[in-house]
């Protein structure tokens, strides 16, 4: 277990609002994950960083989606402005050794 | 049509019986990995496997992989309550990223 440190783990806004997620691996990891998770489409990656690049963000659903990781215990997820169909579990994932990631709790953002 | 189909999408078994979930890939293998999901809580990783043919174990819980087939089964001994969750498939493909690809999921649920 990595451990992984995402907040808030509830958010709850209005449509138009800018939403930012938290992640903070326990210890740097040089490589992290952003995911999405719905009923309807299941868990699909939304961006990945390597060395704290983005090496692809191809998941990205739009525009109004932005990530960063400014070093290697830190990453956001921003969404701005929000809309309703963007209301999902947020997962943030590192990768430890033998390429296996691990998930942190998640944030459950709802749009109103 | 999904890379990663899970059979059955869903399972409801007596406590103590045996059960057993499949991941059928539509691409080639590179490592498949089964975690397991609370509601309301992050993936908990179980197991990798690489190899064809390999087999591992976790307490009752035991994951093959027919890298031919590009199949892999998770089969659950003597089920327990605690072993209700839903379960992921994730798949890792070539091309040397880091990127994982996940199953629809199978919610498994124990009956006393």
């Known amino acids: 277990d990595a451990g992984v440190i995402q907040s808030p783990r509830h958010e709850v806004t209005e449509m138009g609002q800018e939403v930012t997620l938290r992640c903070k691996p326990i210890?740097?990891?040089?490589?992290l994950f952003w995911y999405r998770q719905t009923m309807m489409r299941g868990l699909e990656l939304l961006i990945y960083?390597?060395?704290?690049?983005?090496?692809?963000d191809s998941g990205m659903p739009e525009d109004r989606f932005s990530a960063k990781m400014p070093n290697a215990s830190f990453s956001t997820l921003k969404i701005q402005p929000s809309e309703p169909r963007d209301s999902a579990v947020y997962f943030c994932?590192?990768?430890?050794?033998?390429?296996?990631?691990?998930f942190g709790p998640g944030t459950r953002l709802t749009v109103l | 049509s999904q890379e990663l189909e899970q059979s059955p999408q869903s399972l409801i078994v007596q406590e103590g019986k045996n059960l057993t979930i499949n991941c059928t890939s539509s691409k080639t293998l590179y490592g498949l990995y089964w975690y397991k999901q609370k509601y309301g809580e992050g993936l908990i990783f179980l197991m990798m496997l690489q190899k064809g043919g390999e087999e591992k174990s976790h307490e009752k819980i035991t994951a093959k992989l027919d890298e031919k087939k590009q199949q892999s089964s998770l089969h659950i001994t003597a089920s327990q309550p605690s072993h209700a969750g839903i379960y992921l498939c994730g798949a890792r493909r070539g091309g040397g990223g880091n990127k994982l690809t996940f199953g629809t999921g199978t919610q498994l649920k124990v009956e006393l």
């Open positions: 960083f390597n060395n704290n690049v983005p090496i692809d």
């Open positions: 994932a590192v990768r430890g050794l033998t390429d296996t990631q691990y």
């Open positions: 210890s740097g990891h040089n490589s």
